[in-house]
């Protein structure tokens, strides 16, 4: 999981994660996108899927961006990745695939 604000908007953020992410993370796919706006806020979900093909798994990475303190706040949480049915282990895939919105957003991030 991770957690930062951002100086920028939810709609720029957004599209700024969702466009780097599709580029930048091969067979990375935009599964869904949820918008809202009510009351002089907003927020988006957005949630990723990837195949990796080092252990014929996917993983996926949930991002929610939203203005509700005042600040655009984005959390991420990536899973998935495992091999097995049994033993989820991640093997580092989910968090590799978080650090993607991360990197999307660098230029914005604040202190």
Known sequence: MDDFFVNASVQNAADTV????????????????????????????????????????????TVAIDDLGGKTRVHTVGSGGGESTFFGFD???GQNFEGNVREALNDYICG
């Open 18 to 61: 969702a466009k780097y992410v599709e580029a930048s993370a091969m067979s990375a796919e935009l599964k869904d996108r949820h918008d809202m706006t009510g009351n002089g806020c907003s927020a988006v979900t957005m949630v990723f899927e990837k195949y990796f093909m080092r252990n014929s798994s996917r993983a996926s990475l």
């Open 91 to 93: 093997w580092g895939a």
